[in-house]
């Protein structure tokens, strides 16, 4: 069964001789399945066989990440129909955007769908992602708290990471303080990170994006963030799309200068950096007529922006799939 194109497990009106088999479990197994018919149609009867099953499972708390009335490899491996790995898979952190939910976005529905393959299991990050200005240290410490834990992501387990947006910030800080950095107090599992998925990442350097983005941002340009990645690793993709003005502003430019103005704001630093909001005030001060011009051009690019998002986001999903699958299983 497809979900707006993407494989989510067996579902209502899917039909294999898998499912007759399935059926002929269910039967052996579950008194409340007997009257499931032998055929190899997913009908109504099987949905709600599926769906009470999958209620009890999680009462009990034996069944991870589903779809009611779905059957996907979860589900195959809490009914015993398929026998769990001993081997703990992979495990992929997303961290999603301002105002989204965990369980929703880009980086969210790579994870979900690698996890219906039984690729990876999925672990997405929450944090307070709705205040204004931004909290991201409540982002960036629930992520260390779970790369931390040694019971879910055991050591010499791979793992990989993927973000959109706001939660990119939170993902590049953790990753460059604490994960790359031989200093910091996650260098340990560095040895196990397999790849990451910025999309639509603040912090993307000058020039870089994933190899398969069809519309890339232009030459010369660089995420609004001062703070970037630098040396960005082979395994680190940066998913980004032309005139998405996260992750395309021109490097070196007076209207970029007020951009960051404006971010470095919603981040909550007013002052202390060459580009805050009070150092581009006392520049307006100093040269009012080239400046006002510029801090024209930032604020008309924002407010178009804010009214078009269409270019941070609208991902191609499909070769994010594959590439952090592929990192995951090398």
């Given amino acids: 069964m497809r979900v707006a194109g993407q494989w ?32 190899t149609l997913f009908d109504e009867q099987l949905v709600g066989v599926v769906t009470d099953m999958q209620s ?14 779905i059957i996907n490899v979860e589900t195959k491996y809490a009914m015993g129909y398929l026998t ?22 880009p980086a969210a529905e790579t994870a979900r769908i690698l996890e219906q393959q039984g690729v990876c299991r999925w672990q997405p990050v929450g944090y307070d992602n709705v205040s204004l200005p931004f ?9 260390k708290r779970l790369l931390a834990d040694r019971e879910l992501l055991p050591p010499g387990i791979p793992w990989g990471l993927a973000c959109f947006s706001q939660g990119a910030i939170v993902a590049s800080e953790v ?15 560095a040895k196990d990170w397999k790849g990451t998925l910025a999309f639509g990442n603040p912090y993307r350097e000058k020039d870089v994006v994933a190899d398969w983005v069809v519309d890339p941002p232009r030459p010369g340009t660089e995420g609004i963030s001062p703070t970037r990645i630098r040396n960005t690793p082979s395994q680190w993709k940066e998913v980004a799309r032309r005139g998405d003005l996260y992750t395309e502003v021109q490097a070196d430019s007076a209207a970029t200068e007020h951009k960051r103005a404006i971010y470095l704001a919603v981040m909550n630093r007013w002052s202390g950096h060459p580009d805050s909001l009070l150092t581009q005030l006392m520049e307006i001060v100093q040269r009012p007529i080239p400046e006002m011009l510029a801090v024209i051009h930032a604020v008309t690019n924002g407010v178009m922006f804010l009214g078009n998002m269409q270019s941070h986001g609208g991902y191609d999903l499909n070769p994010c799939v594959t590439f952090m699958g592929r990192q995951l299983r090398s």
């Fill in 8 to 39: 989510v497990g067996l579902g209502f009106g899917d039909n294999s001789d898998e499912i007759r088999s399935i059926k002929r479990f269910l039967r052996r197994k579950f008194t409340y399945a007997n009257h499931l018919n032998d055929t």
């Fill in 84 to 105: 769990r790995p001993t081997t703990p898979r992979p495990v992929v952190f997303t961290v999603e955007g301002h105002l989204s939910s965990m369980w929703q976005g």
């Fill in 135 to 143: 909290k991201n240290q409540t982002g960036i410490l629930e992520l």
């Fill in 56 to 69: 009890r499972y999680q009462t009990q708390g034996k069944i991870g990440q589903h779809t009611p009335g």
């Fill in 175 to 189: 990753m460059i303080r604490e994960v790359l950095s031989r200093q910091g107090s996650l260098h340990w599992r």
